[in-house]
């Protein structure tokens, strides 16, 4: 994703995420409400992405004219779990509060602060996760955390890269990510762009691996942390978790301090996203089951903080994973 122009006549340009792999369609959004439901139905996904997508967003209400409080509500509704969209927005509201001055300008500075910074930590977690992964090991990632995910090249994937260029040999096991396959269509992507060598499997075929011994790491991305260190995550998650546990593989969680929440005591407080039943009845245009099947699709589920050997920030690695030490790495010490 990327911001071509001034405040005053730039656009926003996102890779449409919905049509990959099959077509790169980048699309230029020119309004807030265009760039919120960008967001609602996942043009644009992934956590620090949705961020740095909504910091963009302000500054198309700011030129606009349109009330900023107003804008700053059409993007919060848009998708519940991602605390990087309300910490964004957080950003962007101080901006424009603190001198008076809600100038395009001033806002887009502050968007492209937001974008950079969240490239420079994760170039800093992917050196601090490359050192977690030993040379020919092999691992196994949920959903997608790359650079389509993030404003640089990704969380969970970007020690993955790291570890590749290092000459590591490393392996990846993509777990396909039901029901919009995040990682069939995206992961998969990502990584045959930049030459690592994976093997695709269906979400129900990881803990078969992990007894294979197939699997030396797990890791994946988060989309909000409590402060107890329990972490919300794409469906599919909690299971790679209990699984990785009782085949005692290493679970990492690989995530930006904007992804923590430190406001919400544990994953039960977490909002969890549902969405349309249509993503697990359909398959394309065919229904796969009948006609009145009843649908639950939550599209996160919680890991609990027992489960997460560490939480790798671009600020160092949090292990173990507790709220002391979860407080003390935010609190930079
Ligand atoms: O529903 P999505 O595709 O937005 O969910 C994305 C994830 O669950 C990612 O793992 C998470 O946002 C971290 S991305 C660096």
Redesign the pocket.
């Given at each position: 994703l990327w911001w071509e122009g001034t405040a005053g006549s730039g656009t926003l340009h996102l890779l449409d995420?919905r049509l990959l792999p099959a077509r790169e369609v980048w699309t230029q959004f020119q309004s807030v409400d265009e760039v919120a439901r960008a967001i609602s139905d996942?043009v644009v996904?992934?956590?620090?992405?949705?961020g740095v997508s909504a910091a963009y967003g302000m500054v198309l209400a700011a030129r606009s004219g349109g009330g900023l409080a107003a804008a700053r509500d059409v993007l919060a509704r848009t998708?519940p779990?991602?605390i990087?969209l309300f910490w964004a927005l957080d950003r962007m509201r101080r901006v424009a509060h603190g001198g008076g001055d809600a100038s395009p300008e001033r806002l887009l500075d502050e968007a492209r602060r937001i974008h950079e910074e969240d490239a420079q930590g994760n170039r800093r977690m992917g050196e601090l996760l490359a050192a977690r992964i030993a040379p020919g090991a092999s691992v196994l990632t949920?959903?997608?955390?790359?650079a389509l995910?993030?404003g640089g090249f990704?969380?969970?994937?970007s020690g993955i890269f790291v570890a590749h260029e290092q000459g590591k040999k490393v392996h990846v096991f993509v777990d396909e990510?039901r029901p919009?396959l995040?990682g069939a269509r995206?992961t998969a992507w990502e990584l045959e762009r930049a030459g690592v060598p994976y093997t695709l499997i269906c979400d129900n075929m990881a803990a078969s691996l992990m007894a294979r011994r197939k699997v030396q790491l797990c890791v994946?991305?988060?989309?909000r942390i409590a402060a107890n260190g329990d972490a919300?995550?794409?469906?599919g998650?909690y299971s790679v978790a209990v699984n990785a546990a009782h085949h005692r593989v290493p679970f990492i969680v690989?995530?930006?301090l904007s992804?923590f929440d430190l406001a919400t005591a544990s994953g039960q407080e977490i909002p969890i996203?549902e969405?349309a039943g249509g993503e697990v009845t359909e398959w394309g245009a065919e229904r796969t089951c009948p006609g009145r099947a009843q649908v639950f699709n939550p599209?996160?589920d919680v890991t609990p903080a027992s489960l997460i050997t560490a939480i790798v920030t671009e600020r160092g690695e949090i292990s173990p994973v507790d709220g002391p030490h979860i407080a003390r790495m935010m609190a930079g010490a």
């Open positions: 995420q996942m996904r992934g956590a620090p992405a949705i998708r779990t991602a990087n949920h959903c997608n955390a790359g995910a993030t990704g969380t969970a994937l990510t919009r995040q995206l994946t991305g988060a989309d919300a995550n794409k469906i998650t690989a995530a930006p992804t996203e969405r599209g996160f």
